[in-house]
């Protein structure tokens, strides 16, 4: 009998504990966030995808009730928030922005993380508008002329980029790749420095996202194309890659991700209040100034968008002969 009611005594325990534990998880889940999240910007300070994060930061802590602080990590073509989270707890309180070379990279690389395994997808939040910009003096006023120039010159006509892998080197490349042109690539850590190198004349073109305005607004810098689905309110006069018979159109969507493993109900609690901050006055200015469009998808989506990403872009570098063996 003593053996049997000791045993009992332990099922009951071991029952209770287990029930604690299940009782415990919506607990949790319904206090979060109880401190500060940090969300990584895989970028260096001050360009427009920094500037976009804080604005939505700002946002988000407003429906978080708890403040949402940028650490910047640049590297690696904006992979650095990605490689950070493989070792985070999945606690929702460190996150990352997930550029689209989140999905590229490991296809010319080895890189630290797996983009379907390693990170849980939260929402998707906007994309870019992207340019070609050379400087006021240079001798090309239309794309056209810039590359026909590019064509006869093979290898002599640079541009700059934030990075190897980034949307802008791959599409500055299929674009060589169908017209047979040989460009000279230079990746830059971030807009800053590819301006620079533009306006010094060590690169002849600027391939970037729209951290390019203030140059081209003051009239020292020149945009010859755009890479959208329609010309931009802002600089309405530029033609768009798609209309000049290029067939290519890229914004590169991205959203916010964090580690494998979180729990649903912090899932959730992070997307409803990220979706409330899309709509936020403030943040939609700036994502005007940069003429940025909103992107909306739900976790759900941005998890099929990044399955099918990863994908295509193991297609596009097989064709571009830049995907590595490894």
Not at 248 to 275: C, E, N, Q, W, Y
Not at 285 to 295: E, F, V
């Amino acid at each position: 009998m003593k053996v049997r009611t000791v045993a009992h005594r332990a099922l009951f325990a071991l029952a209770s504990l287990l029930a604690g534990v299940l009782l415990a998880a919506p607990a949790l889940a319904q206090q979060f966030p109880t401190k500060a999240i940090t969300l990584i910007c895989p970028w260096p300070v001050g360009g427009s995808s920094d500037l976009v994060l804080r604005s939505f930061a700002e946002a988000a802590g407003k429906q978080l009730g708890q403040p949402v602080v940028i650490e910047n990590k640049p590297g690696a073509s904006g992979t650095m928030g990605a490689a950070a989270l493989v070792a985070a707890r999945p606690d929702g309180y460190v996150l990352t922005q997930a550029p689209i070379t989140v999905f590229r990279l490991p296809h010319l690389q080895k890189v630290a993380f797996d983009p379907l395994k390693d990170l849980t997808y939260v929402i998707g939040l906007t994309g870019y508008t992207f340019g070609v910009v050379v400087r006021a003096d240079a001798p090309w006023k239309t794309f056209k002329e810039f590359l026909d120039y590019a064509k006869a010159n093979p290898g002599k006509v640079s541009y700059g980029t934030p990075g190897a892998g980034t949307s802008l080197h791959i599409t500055m490349e299929e674009i060589a790749a169908n017209l047979g042109i040989k460009f000279l690539h230079i990746p830059y850590k971030g807009v800053a420095e590819n301006i620079q190198g533009l306006l010094g004349g060590h690169i002849d073109a600027t391939v970037d996202s729209t951290g390019w305005a203030p140059q081209v607004d003051s009239g020292r810098a020149r945009l010859l194309v755009t890479w959208g689905t329609e010309r931009t309110k802002r600089w309405p006069a530029v033609p768009t890659l798609k209309e000049l018979g290029y067939g290519i159109v890229s914004v590169s969507p991205f959203g916010i991700a964090g580690p494998k493993g979180m729990d649903p109900a912090v899932v959730k609690t992070l997307h409803d209040a990220f979706r409330r901050a899309m709509d936020d006055p403030n943040y939609l200015k700036t994502l005007d100034r940069y003429d940025q469009p909103t992107i909306y998808m739900s976790g759900e989506e941005y998890t099929a968008f990044a399955r099918k990403q990863f994908e295509a872009d193991r297609v596009m570098m097989e064709k571009l002969g830049l995907r590595s063996p490894n």
